[in-house]
């Protein structure tokens, strides 16, 4: 079957650095997103990787490595707005996008 | 970046009546659309592939004669809650795939909570 992991919380402090790790399994694979998602909004993208290696874009990364099946998404300097929930998405070989439940960030002052 | 506008942004309705959400693609024609269902605290869950032109492909478990799409043209799809029950009170999104060569990233819309009473 096709199965998306990643935490379910995780807690950080202001200016510090998180890393939120997803693992997938999927019928062919088109790509790894990431989204964030704030509580009662719709999510927006953050992040696409296709081929392996780190996507950098200011504050936020995202890794790929297609073998081990394995994505992470790293946000630096963390700020209080970042409290969000990050949901790590695959797309199949049908480009269906298969979510993970999503990662509830709680950032502490 | 591209955008997706979705409307209306809250509906409260009766039981029994239809709701009618739409979902724009303001800058790009988009072939194929998803929408989208999300209850509290749940993830989202892929209700139906609206591709224009065609009829949708509806995911296990989904009605398709309570949740109409039409996608008429290549800017607009549009999902219809038939005789709304309050189960059927969730936060509705859609999204739009933009392709660029053999990628596609999707862009959502703000979403649609309906509250059936």
């Known amino acids: 079957g096709q199965n998306i992991d990643q935490p379910t919380e995780m807690t950080a402090t202001e200016g510090a650095i998180v890393q939120i790790n997803c693992t997938y399994q999927?019928?062919?694979?088109?790509?790894l997103f990431w989204y964030q998602q704030h509580a009662g909004e719709a999510p927006t993208f953050l992040s696409y990787?296709?081929l392996d290696g780190l996507e950098e874009k200011g504050r936020f990364s995202s890794f790929l490595s297609r073998s081990k099946g394995y994505s992470y998404l790293l946000l630096k300097e963390l700020q209080m707005k970042d409290s969000a929930s990050y949901l790590c998405?695959?797309?199949?070989?049908?480009?269906?996008?298969?979510w993970g439940a999503g990662t509830k960030l709680i950032i502490k002052p | 970046g591209a955008v997706v506008s979705q409307h209306p942004s809250w509906v409260i309705c009766k039981s029994g009546t239809s709701v009618k959400i739409e979902c724009r693609s303001l800058?790009?024609?988009?072939?194929?659309m998803f929408w989208y269902r999300q209850f509290p605290k749940q993830s989202l869950m892929l209700m139906a592939t609206s591709n224009e032109g065609s009829k949708a492909t509806y995911e296990q478990g989904v009605e398709k004669d309570k949740f109409l799409i039409n996608h008429a043209s290549l800017t607009l799809s549009t999902l219809t809650v038939t005789s709304a029950h309050p189960e059927d009170s969730s936060f509705y999104i859609c999204?739009?795939?933009?392709?660029?060569?053999?990628?596609?990233?999707?862009?959502f819309g703000e979403g649609s909570r309906l509250t059936v009473l």
């Open positions: 990787n296709v």
């Open positions: 998405a695959a797309l199949d070989s049908n480009y269906q996008l298969i």
């Open positions: 800058d790009f024609q988009a072939t194929t």
């Open positions: 999927t019928s062919g694979f088109n790509g």
């Open positions: 999204s739009a795939r933009f392709l660029e060569g053999d990628t596609g990233e999707l862009f």
